[in-house]
């Protein structure tokens, strides 16, 4: 966080576009940072370009798909819409039509799960896209396998098209009826494969990086709050008395 992704796809796009080889660019991002792009665009880019955040109703966001479609002065056009969109009626067919040169999925690690829905329509924009780019401070949360849907919509080259076969490359199944995943093997050849097309910069790269600040904020829940909080705490406990392996991210993502 805070090592210059966005600035750097920026840049890319930019370049892009002066060479002549993109005219659209779609970024797909988390709703909390959709609004942020267009300021980030506007600070630092060289170029003319023109951005709209896709924010409103479904039909506010498929007229300004439209107006960028009608834009009549040259200038890279950039739409920038939240991951939980891409999928919806209208939205979709709207975003295949806006046929975007450039796709940049930005926090890449929301579409890791494969067979989710938004995942399998990002997947499928980016078939119709000659320019993709994915961004992610962690690209891989709990395991080895969230890596496959990235790069399905990122190069399907390097990790193949099917899901299965690549979880029996790397993934060592067992548990009931051999469903689970127990164990990894050849990861260093997974992680060969994924830096083949990755460029990756680590804290101590970047030096000029603030120290970490953290910040206590304490909430008091009310009753439907709390009630959910317990049954989530008695859940984990249970998990834990069986032997599962659990982490805090999985028992907050169920919050």
Not at 48 to 58: I, N, R, S
Not at 78 to 97: C, H, M, P
Not at 129 to 140: Q, W
């Amino acid at each position: 966080m805070g090592c210059g992704k966005t600035r750097t796809a920026i840049a890319i796009a930019g370049a892009a576009y002066q060479k002549g080889a993109i005219q659209r660019v779609l970024v797909i991002a988390p709703t909390s940072v959709v609004s942020v792009w267009p300021k980030e665009i506007a600070e630092v880019a060289d170029f003319k370009v023109t951005c709209k955040a896709l924010l409103g109703t479904k039909q506010q966001r498929i007229r300004m798909i439209e107006d960028l479609q009608a834009f009549p002065f040259k200038a890279l056009k950039v739409a920038v819409i939240n991951y939980e969109s891409t999928w919806r009626d209208g939205l979709f067919e709207k975003l295949q039509e806006y046929d975007a040169d450039l796709i940049i999925c930005d926090e890449s690690q929301r579409i890791k799960t494969h067979d989710a829905e938004q995942s399998k329509a990002i997947h499928k924009l980016g078939d119709q896209a000659r320019y993709k780019l994915i961004l992610s401070g962690t690209p891989v949360q709990n395991d080895a396998i969230d890596i496959w849907s990235q790069y399905r919509f990122l190069d399907a080259s390097i990790f193949g098209r099917n899901f299965y076969q690549f979880r029996n490359r790397y993934a060592i199944m067992g548990g009931f009826n051999r469903k689970q995943i127990v164990g990894y093997k050849d990861l260093d050849g997974l992680i060969r494969k994924e830096h083949s097309i990755a460029f990756r910069i680590t804290k101590e790269e970047a030096i000029d990086l603030p120290e970490q600040t953290f910040i206590k904020r304490k909430v008091q829940l009310g009753k439907k709050e709390k009630d959910l909080y317990n049954q989530i705490k008695r859940s984990s406990y249970a998990e834990l008395s069986n032997g599962d392996k659990i982490t805090a991210t999985t028992v907050l993502t169920r919050l």
